[in-house]
Nanobody, 119 residues
């Protein structure tokens, strides 16, 4: 059974930082690319960042490039999202899933973790 458990969100002021974690299970974590997505209030889910399983190269959405970094720990089946210089427009529920770019592999999602950036 595929499962994602996101954590690390919270309320932060403009310019602050947060580190999100996503623990995955139910599939071969080290064999797939992993991604972060977010859903701002009243909007569709959107791609944030991906990390490739083979070479750990990353793909970052233009809206967060230079501020967000994705990493992974295959020994812990966990993917991370380091978010710096946060802006109010980063306010969203953040999710992870296997996959790359705008394509996710599994239709089962975790509960997500809420990130709220105040100005």
């Amino acid at each position: 059974q595929v499962q994602f458990v996101e954590s690390g969100g919270g309320l932060v002021q403009l310019g602050g930082s947060l580190r999100l974690s996503c623990a995955a299970s139910g599939f071969s974590f080290s064999s797939v690319s992993m991604s972060w997505y977010r859903q701002p209030p009243g909007k569709e889910r959107e791609f944030v960042a991906s990390i490739i399983n083979a070479d750990w190269m990353s793909k970052i959405a233009d809206s967060v490039k230079g501020r967000f970094t994705i990493s992974r720990d295959n020994a812990k089946n966990t993917v991370y999202l380091q978010m710096n210089s946060l802006k109010p427009e980063d306010t969203a529920v953040y999710f992870c899933n296997a996959g790359y770019g705008g394509r996710w592999l599994y239709d089962s999602w975790g509960q997500g973790t809420q990130v709220t950036v105040s100005s």
